[in-house]
């Protein structure tokens, strides 16, 4: 019972947090083709807004984590969570306030 338990802990802390190694350069990728097909290459903007720390500066990572997850109904926005997930969203962000990282 008590292994169970410890099991179920350290599964679920794999889970949370940053992705791996693996999953970075997948969603950094993703990040440069998909979303960059209407934010930009650059992420400066094109059919979707800027993406740039500046403009996302005021922000809230829930704020920017549901448009990413949910998209934005009535604009060309999809819905993103089929392919990744809240802690992938949120370090999608982080990377976005962080562009040098
Ligand atoms: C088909 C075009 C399209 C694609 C692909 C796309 N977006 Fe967007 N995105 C938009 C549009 C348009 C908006 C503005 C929606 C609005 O007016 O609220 C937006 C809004 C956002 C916002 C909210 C910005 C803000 O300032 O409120 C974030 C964050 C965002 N997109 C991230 C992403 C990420 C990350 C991806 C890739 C996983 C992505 N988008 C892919 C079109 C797109």
């Given at each position: 019972?008590?292994?169970?338990?410890?099991?179920?802990?350290?599964?679920?802390?794999?889970?949370?947090?940053?992705?791996?190694?693996?999953?970075?350069?997948?969603?950094?990728?993703?990040?440069?083709?998909?979303?960059?097909?209407?934010?930009?290459?650059?992420?400066k903007?094109?059919l979707?807004p800027?993406?740039?720390?500046?403009?996302?500066a005021?922000?809230?990572?829930?704020?920017?984590?549901?448009?990413?997850?949910?998209?934005?109904?009535?604009?060309?926005?999809?819905?993103?969570?089929?392919?990744?997930?809240?802690?992938?969203?949120?370090?999608?962000?982080?990377?976005?306030?962080?562009?040098?990282?």
């Amino acid at each position: 019972m008590r292994k169970l338990l410890l099991l179920m802990l350290v599964s679920s802390t794999a889970l949370a947090g940053e992705p791996s190694a693996d999953r970075q350069n997948a969603l950094r990728n993703m990040l440069k083709h998909d979303c960059g097909a209407c934010h930009g290459l650059t992420l400066k903007g094109g059919l979707g807004p800027a993406l740039l720390p500046e403009a996302l500066a005021g922000k809230s990572d829930d704020f920017l984590a549901d448009a990413i997850l949910n998209g934005r109904k009535g604009t060309a926005m999809p819905p993103w969570q089929q392919f990744i997930n809240r802690d992938e969203a949120l370090w999608l962000i982080k990377v976005l306030r962080n562009p040098e990282h």
